[in-house]
């Protein structure tokens, strides 16, 4: 009974700033998960756009680097995405996206699985020149 529920999408001008928001629900509090958004423009594959791994740490991919933050409120409930500089590049329908983080040896570390199991429906986000 996972839900994730985007919202906060919209139609904004470049340069301007537009801030997500994913709910989340029915995680197993015994687990650690890991959460990301991605995105898809029509015509493209869907893309990683930023995650936040099961201890906090975070990670971009590089056409976003200082200009998305992710992040979690302190119950861990809402999963959100600073957007900043919004450029037409970043025109997409974007999706969070959650599983639970896999121990990794021989350092015996967490680490995200290669694909996300719980998925949201998605929130459209424009940006217009």
């Known amino acids: 009974q996972v839900q994730l529920v985007e919202s906060g999408g919209g139609s904004v001008q470049a340069g301007e700033s537009l801030r997500l928001s994913c709910e989340v629900s029915?995680?197993?509090?015994?687990?650690?998960?890991?959460m990301a958004w991605f995105r898809q423009a029509p015509g493209k594959e869907r893309g990683e756009v930023a995650r936040?791994?099961?201890?906090?740490?975070?990670y971009y991919v590089d056409s976003v680097k200082a200009r998305f933050t992710i992040s979690q409120d302190n119950q861990k409930n809402t999963l959100s995405l600073q957007m900043t500089n919004l450029t037409s590049g970043d025109t997409a329908m974007y999706y969070c996206?959650?599983?639970?983080?896999?121990?990794?040896?021989?350092?015996?570390?967490?680490?995200?699985?290669?694909?996300?199991?719980?998925w949201g429906q998605g929130t459209q986000v424009t940006v217009s020149s």
């Open positions: 029915g995680l197993d509090d015994d687990s650690r998960y890991c």
């Open positions: 996206a959650a599983d639970k983080a896999r121990w990794k040896l021989p350092k015996r570390i967490r680490v995200c699985p290669p694909e996300f199991g719980y």
């Open positions: 936040i791994d099961s201890s906090g740490k975070t």
